[in-house]
């Protein structure tokens, strides 16, 4: 921690980069920070409390402005830059990224193939609360997850905070938004929220580095990260993606096999 | 080394001597053969013309047997069986008739038992122990004759090259033998005509034997009791379509190889054959 | 005005006689971890153990979209159908906070500032609130920093507090409060003279009023919009759990030769609120958003509306996946 | 408001008979937006064409159906109407009422309803079109011509001879393909080098070529009009500039007994060489495989031998890019070898021969100067066999179609062993004898009656080696099907002739459409022989489907044509159903955010970057622009676009949103 | 459910340009019958197919969905088909998690040649939604607004 002090107000003071985007303590759990001086550096933390994906923030431009700047990120965070640098989205010379690694010590990147191989060594697993509601999913017959889905949307109001904090949600207008034709209703309505959340979960197809930021984001506790999740874990093997290892050229719906399944097509 | 063995009619019949040479030389190459309890006629040459259930019932049950039994492979040194079980398996992966059968059988049946032939067991299990344990390197110079049954129809059997096999050429010259590029390797012998048509398969045979004397070949080497006993059996019949007598004996590969490992004769079978062998 | 007294059965016996009466009752449930008003039938469905539920009764009161009017086509003759404010269901909230239902009337006066909202007023009228003092808080909490207390009674119609014996004390504040306890009169006792204080969270202030007015009278041109709202996401969750948050958008659901309009809920913390045709947008960045959002609450409201625009709920901050919390927020405000 | 004009047509009774045409009419005419609904006999006839013009001016119209027969067949017809009557012709669409509807359905009210839910949805489209200009783009007059074969070479000059440049890229060192291979030409026998020759010359001195041998193309990108080929020019080892053909370095080479492709493997050559005498350009390439220089290390003979210093041991493949308005592709056919026939020995009987070997041994240049001899010990075959369909017309062996050139070819082979070997007996199996095409009846009638060659119609079973002599056992079916066997002293297999080998390859690069056996597939099998369904690549030759040289040099003479054809146009005019990224005022510019995952998608890569300055000049956004000449329209982009920023004109979001709204709503 | 006798399943089919629709054109030709359930929408290209059009003609009341395009390989921008199989394969993984019926949904490959298989793929596909009966599941919630709230007891 003291490492990472130090180093975010030595980044900062000698003017290597003008904003450091972390974490500091917050009302009952850490919260994302930003610091743009030496002083500010003093409230940085990093923990594996420390669970926002900062990544949401990189692209804001006028946050982030057009100098220089750093991020502290975890693992989930690594793998949405490296996602995000696949998707155009990012420039080598603008960010620094730090992490912290298992020893406790600091690592910084200023090259995504860096981040790409660090990432590599972290296995993507189901946690308890993933493994829990996954599999009673997994055991519902096509009725039931229809039910239970359906019980879920009704209380999602729309708020968006699932595509806000998603740091691969980046439109400057999202789909929901355009009008020319109403794609999907504004309002919301069960099937609406149904729509938006298929429609979310189909926009993430080969993106999804199942951060759960979404899910976490959600007010009414609707388990919205799950649905990319599952669609992650059950597409991935298939398409051949690995999320936080993106292929350079297209991602798994622009590109194709000649042998991808084809037994549903009559 | 353990492994299923299907021995089918003929070889508890006219070619007991194919079934002795194999099971001698099976033990020789510590090979143990664990025979199908219970096994039946494979339906051979005469059921598939006539009642196609039936035709597959008969090499289906077997099979059944055989996995019932815990067996994963089976070796069928009769071509005719092998041919029979194989095409029968193809044909039980459609589905409705697999399903007709099993209803028929009254006996699951999965059909993932791997069905080889003598060549392919040898080939298999026995190449290593061959090279290592031969005696009495067989020095002759011999047609190999694969017959039909072995090797057609190509896209069930897979096995070896459809118009010029060689496996049975290479175990030959594995046991020191020179082996002839003949033209009659695949050709017919006559097979079940044998009884009915001996004129025919007097013919079809002789074409096979004089291509083979001619090019000066000790002995005609085959994998198949049918093509055995017409070509020896038969030898009368076909010498008289012939100018000149042929006299050259038609052993078994099981045989020649036995021989090579200094087997004795009689153990081999080879006092059984109408044409006295003397290799 | 008149208070009571009524014990553990009788509390269960009238909510039966309520919910038997045919009027819906909302009351807040666990469930999916989550605590929330929602129909019921029974007193055991109802939740205890909880500071406070993630929505507010705004959710239960007036629906999230709601038609203005329908319309159809026919040979070349447009049949209109307006909102009927018989359509609405007569409603009763069981459980309600002060916070909440202080709620009620900021929301009014937003919706009937100049002319008086048809739909608004309808769900009002059909609402009646049984509203429970509180006796426990959490740091969220601010009701006593706006003009609010655990046992505030505006916008309730009957306002209950708990007492150790199972029974409540029963404030009877309005005329649908009476019909409510007319439901089932006699397990409503004479008064015992508990003082209702006695039973209520005690919640200092955290800050003075006046004082964040007068500051932010001074503060558009601030850089602490900006410094408070870096981390803002931009998303709706705390104007959607907001028991004031008035916030709405006009929609065209069409299809054909027939269709309605929509109102819906929105928030003014979505960049796309404001945003004009021509691509022009006053409010183009989340730090005048969220300016907007406070300024609204604390000083334009009082301002124009005389009310605070806050009922001190906390749940945005609850709410808030960045931990936007609104109560260090404005206290940082009235210190500065 | 819109102002949409109707016309409904009963197609003389072919969609009246079951759709009652007056009912859609009337029903569409009382449609919101619907100013003139009218029905007619024929809409497509010229005064039906009139009603729709003078409808469009007397209502004002901005919009028309038709509702008719399939947009595929008369949509250019009505939109030309509505663009002579002054009404943009993208505004109007087609209700396919005929061939999806009152063709496939009974009378009855239901198929009435479904031809006015038809109407009803490309009304609401209309609604939604836009008036939209056609694409004009540059044409490069420059065409490409792959193949250097009789179909390349005279593609080649005949695209030249219009005056228009031509770069002809060949695989093999040198131009001239199988043709320069034949001995003798059926029906009239005269030699095939010296009708070629003269062309190869004229190509390698004609100012408008441009020639590279030993090339290959690398990849091709663009649209008609507009391609660039990257070529990759091998590396020959020898410097074509200074190298004067001497020839010296060949006869010094130590490495001379590499089979030679011109022999079809019946003589040899050594590791620097020319391929033939004739060759053009008649100057050494040096196959690095076999060189011992390039294998070991060590030999460089011919570099001492080399009066001017041509060898280039250093030489790296180039690859070079041409700019070029249209491609000819002239790649030609390949034969199946001996060793497919199993039945015939697997190729391992030297005796037993290709059709195209055996041109070589008839061949005054080949590797016997035009005797027939055995490749296995050079004696005069007495008894000879030819066998017709080797492989062809065989569906067991994935080649069921008639390779068309073998059996010419064969009675040719028969004719030609029987003016050699006057006392030498031949015999043909057939199956059937395909001789049409001018003299070419006669010319088989030739063979057998004047040149006794024993044609028997059946099929040959095995052939086998006994005693140096091939033994074939076929059957006659003419005499009913009795076995014939002949102890012959040759045997020549007329082997099919399938698609050369690399074809799919080149067919995925140049994105044209192939058949099963990977021949080019044309874009009709009538009516547009020689196009391919991409635009600006024609087919000449061999490449398509086996053919003789009459046919190719007609084919390719046809594909010229169609290139000078799209050459005598400055510009090309394409229909501008392309695809289109949204542009906003700023602060938006785009709601594009510049993923570029659409330029990972589109198949043509049509997707450019933009970027979006600021008036200092310094860049704001960088977001995605549609080239909209290489763009043909297929719309992958736009369903893969996340935010809609992308739409593809005549089918845009709004279109097809109508579309499918109207036949959903009630 | 009620009797499917007597219901008349409301499909749409989204074809593309090149192979499908040609295909339809010669079923027409042809003169072979099918069932009038089945109305075409032309595209382009099957790459060009939106999922979200899918979604939104169930919602607004289709009972099924005809996808189809060119075979493998045959696509007339050489790699459309590919796209949109790909972009299937995610669509129902994803519609199958979420418990929407994804065997109202029949995708094809129909070519400009195979006119007998677009009118066999429409017959079977309207009797096999004939059989699955009308969308009702679906169709029941299009409308709802929150006034319905799913949440509320019925």
Request: aromatic share 8%; with cysteine; glycine share 8%.
């Amino acid at each position: 921690m003291k490492k990472l002090r130090d180093r975010a107000a030595e980044l900062l003071s000698q003017g290597v980069v003008s904003l450091v985007i972390g974490y500091e303590e917050g009302t009952k759990r850490p919260r994302p920070l930003f610091c743009r001086n030496s002083e500010g550096a003093e409230k940085l933390i990093f923990d594996s409390h420390c669970f926002h994906n900062l990544a949401v923030y990189i692209t804001k431009k006028e946050l982030v402005g057009k100098e220089r700047f750093a991020v502290t990120a975890p693992i989930s965070t690594l793998r949405s830059i490296m996602q995000l640098y696949v998707e155009n989205q990012l420039s080598e010379e603008k960010l620094l990224v730090i992490t912290v690694d298992l020893s406790g010590e600091l690592r910084e990147f200023t090259t995504f193939d860096e981040i790409a191989a660090y990432v590599a060594q972290f296995e993507l697993k189901r946690g308890e609360r993933e493994q829990e509601i996954l599999s009673k999913i997994e055991g519902m017959t096509r009725e039931e997850r229809w039910k239970f889905w359906m019980e879920e949307m009704s209380h999602c109001f729309k708020c968006y905070a699932c595509r806000s904090a998603c740091p691969l949600c980046y439109c400057s207008k999202c789909v929901v938004e355009v009008n020319r034709p109403q794609w999907i209703n504004p309002w919301p309505a069960p099937l609406a929220n149904m729509e938006w959340h298929i429609n979310r979960a189909m926009h993430m197809v080969g993106r999804c580095t199942a951060c759960g930021a979404c899910g976490d984001a959600c007010p009414v506790g609707i388990p919205v990260d799950l649905i990319t999740r599952k669609m992650m874990e059950d597409l991935a093997p298939e398409f051949g993606y690995v999320p936080g290892q993106p292929a350079k050229q297209g991602n798994a719906l622009s590109s194709w096999k000649l042998d991808d399944r084809e037994q549903f097509i009559r | 080394m353990k492994i299923g063995f299907y021995p089918g009619c003929s070889l508890t019949g006219s070619s007991r001597e194919y079934n002795e040479s194999v099971v001698a030389l099976a033990k020789a190459l510590d090979i143990e053969l664990v025979e199908i309890k219970d096994w039946n006629c494979c339906g051979a040459t005469a059921a598939h013309v006539m009642n196609e259930e039936l035709s597959l019932s008969l090499p289906a049950r077997i099979m059944a047997m055989a996995e019932e039994q815990g067996l994963t492979e089976v070796v069928v040194p009769c071509a005719a069986c092998y041919n029979r079980l194989k095409v029968t398996q193809h044909e039980l992966e459609d589905e409705n008739k697999r399903t007709r059968v099993i209803e028929i059988l009254k006996l699951p049946y999965r059909g993932d038992l791997k069905i080889i032939n003598v060549l392919q067991m040898l080939e298999a299990y026995g190449a290593e122990n061959i090279k290592t344990r031969v005696t009495r390197p067989f020095a002759h110079k011999v047609a190999c004759y694969y017959g039909c049954l072995l090797v057609r129809p190509h896209s069930i059997l897979k096995f070896d090259r459809v118009e010029d096999p060689q496996s049975m050429d290479t175990l030959i010259k594995g046991i020191g033998g020179t082996t002839l590029d003949w033209a009659f390797k695949t050709e017919c012998c006559g097979a079940g005509f044998s009884v009915s048509r001996t004129d025919l398969v007097a013919k079809l045979s002789g074409n096979i034997l004089k291509d083979a004397a001619d090019r000066s070949a000790e002995a005609v080497i085959v994998a198949c009791p049918l093509c055995q006993s017409n070509l020896d059996m038969r030898r009368g019949a076909i010498n008289k379509t012939l100018k000149n007598p042929i006299d050259i004996p038609v052993i078994y590969i099981t045989q020649a190889i036995g021989l090579a490992l200094g087997i004795g004769a009689k153990e081999l079978g080879l006092k059984r054959h109408f044409v006295t062998v003397e290799l | 005005m008149e208070t009571k007294y009524i014990n553990k059965s009788g509390i269960e016996q009238w909510f039966n006689a309520i919910v038997s009466s045919g009027k819906r009752v909302f009351a807040p449930v666990n469930s999916r971890g989550q605590v929330d008003f929602k129909p019921v039938k029974k007193l055991s469905e109802v939740a205890d153990e909880y500071i406070q539920t993630t929505q507010s009764i705004k959710a239960s009161v007036y629906p999230k979209a709601e038609v203005l009017f329908s319309y159809e086509k026919v040979n070349g003759k447009v049949n209109l159908t307006d909102f009927d404010p018989e359509s609405v269901a007569e409603t009763v909230l069981w459980k309600v906070h002060p916070c909440d239902a202080a709620g009620f009337k900021p929301l009014s006066a937003i919706f009937n500032w100049d002319t008086a909202d048809k739909l608004h007023n309808a769900h009002l009228v059909k609402t009646s609130v049984i509203s429970f003092s509180c006796a426990a808080a959490d740091e969220s909490c601010f009701c006593t920093s706006v003009n609010g207390s655990p046992g505030n009674t505006a916008g309730s119609d009957i306002q209950l507090t708990m007492l150790p014996d199972g029974g409540a004390i029963a404030e009877i504040l309005t005329f649908k409060g009476e019909t409510l306890v007319a439901l089932m009169p006699n397990v409503f006792e004479a008064d015992k003279g508990e003082k209702k204080e006695k039973y209520l969270v005690d919640l200092p202030t955290r800050f003075n009023l006046e004082e964040v007015n007068a500051k932010l009278n001074k503060a558009f041109n601030s850089t602490v919009w900006k410094e408070q709202s870096e981390r803002c996401l931009g998303c709706g969750a705390c104007a959607f759990v907001c028991p004031t948050c008035a916030c709405f958008d006009i929609q065209e659901d069409a299809h054909g030769s027939k269709g309605r309009r929509i109102r819906c809920w929105d928030a003014c913390g979505f960049a796309m609120f404001t945003l004009h045709t021509s691509g022009h947008n006053p409010r183009e960045h989340q730090s005048q958003r969220w300016r907007q959002r406070i300024l609204h609450k604390f000083s334009y409201m009082p301002e124009r509306l005389s009310v605070v625009g806050c009922t001190g709920c906390g749940r945005c901050s609850r709410a808030c996946p960045v931990d936007m919390n609104i109560l260090e927020h404005i206290t940082s405000i009235a210190k500065q | 408001m819109s102002k949409i004009g109707v016309f409904i047509c009963h197609c003389g009774e072919n969609i009246s008979a079951t759709v009652d045409v007056e009912r859609v009419a009337r029903e569409i005419g009382g449609m919101e937006g619907v100013a003139h609904a009218i029905d007619y006999k024929y809409m497509c006839s010229d005064p039906g064409q009139t009603f729709i013009k003078e409808a469009v001016k007397k209502y004002g119209l901005d919009g028309v159906v038709v509702g008719a027969c399939s947009p595929r067949m008369h949509e250019p017809t009505f939109r030309r109407a509505c663009a002579e009557a002054g009404l943009n012709p993208y505004l109007c669409e087609m209700a396919n009422l005929r061939e999806h509807c009152s063709w496939v359905h009974e009378k009855s009210e239901e198929t009435t309803e479904k031809a006015i839910d038809l109407v009803k949805m490309m009304v609401e489209k209309v609604k939604k079109n836009k008036p939209l200009d056609s694409i004009k783009v540059p044409v490069t007059k420059r065409a490409l011509v792959i193949g250097g074969g009789i179909a390349g070479i005279q593609a080649s000059l005949d695209i030249a001879n219009t005056g228009h440049k031509v770069i002809l890229v060949e695989r093999d060192p040198s131009i001239g393909g199988h043709m320069s291979q034949l001995s003798e030409t059926f029906p009239t026998l005269d030699c095939s080098q010296c009708i070629l020759t003269p062309r190869m010359v004229e190509v390698a001195q004609h100012p408008n070529i441009k020639l590279y041998t030993y090339a290959e193309l690398e990849s091709l990108e663009g649209f008609i009009g507009n391609f660039k080929a990257k070529i990759r020019l091998k590396a020959k080892s020898v410097n074509y500039s200074t190298c004067t053909g001497c020839g010296a370095c060949i006869q010094k080479c130590p490495v001379k007994k590499i089979p030679s492709e011109f022999n079809a493997g019946l003589g040899t050559r050594t590791a620097i060489y020319v391929p033939f005498p004739q060759a053009v350009p008649n100057k050494p390439v040096i196959d690095r495989v076999n060189c011992n220089y390039y294998k070991r290390g060590a030999c460089k003979i011919c570099e001492k031998t080399c009066q001017v210093g041509s060898i280039e041991w250093d030489k790296e493949d180039e690859i070079i890019t041409e700019e070029v308005g249209a491609v000819v592709l002239a790649t030609g056919f390949d034969v199946k070898g001996t060793d497919f026939f199993p039945e015939y020995g697997y190729g391992q009987y030297k005796d037993v021969l290709t059709g195209l070997q055996f041109e070589r041994l008839a061949s005054a240049s080949g590797p016997t100067f035009g005797e027939i001899r055995r490749p296995s010990d050079g004696a005069i075959p007495k008894k000879i066999v030819f066998i017709a369909c080797a492989g062809s017309r065989d569906p067991a062996k994935g080649i069921p179609y008639c390779s068309k050139i073998c059996c010419m070819y064969t009675a040719k082979h028969a004719m030609l062993y029987q003016h050699k070997v006057h006392d030498g007996e031949s015999t043909v199996f057939y199956m059937d004898i395909r001789a049409g095409g001018k003299n070419y009846e006669e010319f088989v009638r030739r063979a057998i009656e004047e040149d006794t060659v024993n044609y028997v119609r059946g099929r040959v079973a095995r052939v086998y080696e006994k005693n140096g002599k091939l033994i074939v056992k076929g059957v006659d079916t003419l005499l009913g099907g009795e076995q014939v066997e002949i102890e012959a002293d040759m045997v020549v297999l007329a082997t099919a002739g399938v698609a050369n080998c690399g074809s799919e390859q080149l067919a995925q690069k140049l994105h044209v459409s192939y058949d099963p056996y990977h021949f080019f597939a044309e874009a009709h099998p009538k009516l547009k022989p020689v196009e391919t369904n991409t635009a600006g690549i024609f087919l000449a030759g061999a490449c398509q489907a086996p053919k003789d040289i009459p046919e190719t040099v007609g084919m390719a003479s046809g594909a010229a044509v169609k290139v000078a054809a799209l050459f005598s146009n400055d510009e090309l005019v394409r229909e501008p159903v392309v695809a289109v990224v949204n542009r906003l005022a700023p602060p938006l510019y785009s709601t594009c955010v510049g993923c570029f995952m659409c330029e990972t998608a589109c198949p043509y890569n049509a997707i450019e970057h933009e970027e979006i300055k600021g008036r200092d000049g310094s860049l704001i956004r960088t977001i995605a622009r549609v080239n909209q000449g290489l763009c043909q329209g297929c719309g992958t982009c736009v369903a893969f676009c996340r935010s809609k920023s992308i739409d593809i004109q005549g089918y845009t979001n709004e279109q097809v949103y109508a579309e499918v709204m109207s036949l959903l709503n009630d | 459910m009620s009797s499917n006798t007597d219901f008349e399943p409301k499909i749409i089919a989204f074809v593309c340009n090149w192979c499908t629709y040609a295909g339809a054109d010669l079923t027409g030709t042809s003169r072979l019958k099918y069932a009038t359930n089945v109305k075409i929408v032309r595209f382009p290209c099957t790459g060009r197919i939106d999922f979200l059009l899918l979604l939104k003609s169930f919602a607004q009341g289709a009972d099924g969905v005809i996808v189809s395009g060119c075979h493998p390989n045959d696509c007339h921008y050489t790699s459309g088909n590919f796209h949109a199989r790909r972009r299937w394969i995610a669509f129902r993984s994803i519609l199958d998690l979420m418990g929407v019926d994804i065997r109202r949904i029949q995708y094809s490959w129909v070519s400009a040649a195979e006119g007998s298989k677009w009118a066999d793929l429409v017959n079977n596909t309207v009797a096999d939604i004939r059989a699955l009966g009308p969308y009702a599941e679906y169709q029941k919630v299009a409308d709802y607004l929150e006034k319905e709230g799913y949440n509320e007891e019925a």
